[in-house]
């Protein structure tokens, strides 16, 4: 069975910095590309960052220069470093990957919380 486990949100001030992870299992974790989603309150969920098999990256224009993510094929975990935190990065913070059948598959999420 698929299961994504996010950890590593929290409080933090506006200028601050967290580092989320996402520990997979029961899937070749190094096939797929992973992405995390955030969900602010009142608004639909947006893509903020990919990683590919080969470590190929994309960013949301809002996060570019400030969030990094990575992964650790070894230990089935990829990473999102997020630096100079604004308020506006407030959300909840999902691991994602889709399947090569169309399957879609998510974490629970993690909350992030940036104070001003």
């Known amino acids: 069975q698929v299961q994504l486990v996010e950890s590593g949100g929290g409080l933090v001030q506006a200028g601050g910095s967290l580092r989320l992870s996402c520990a997979a299992s029961?899937?070749?974790?190094?096939?797929?590309?992973m992405d995390w989603y955030r969900q602010a309150p009142g608004k639909q969920r947006e893509l903020v960052a990919s990683i590919t098999p080969r470590s190929s990256t994309n960013y949301a224009d809002s996060v570019k220069g400030r969030f990094t993510i990575s992964r650790d094929n070894a230990k089935n975990t990829v990473f999102l470093q997020m630096n100079s935190l604004k308020p506006e990065d407030t959300a909840v913070y999902y691991c994602n990957f889709a399947g090569f059948l169309g399957d879609n598959h998510w974490g629970q999420g993690t909350q992030v919380t940036v104070s001003s």
């Open positions: 029961g899937v070749i974790f190094s096939t797929y590309t």
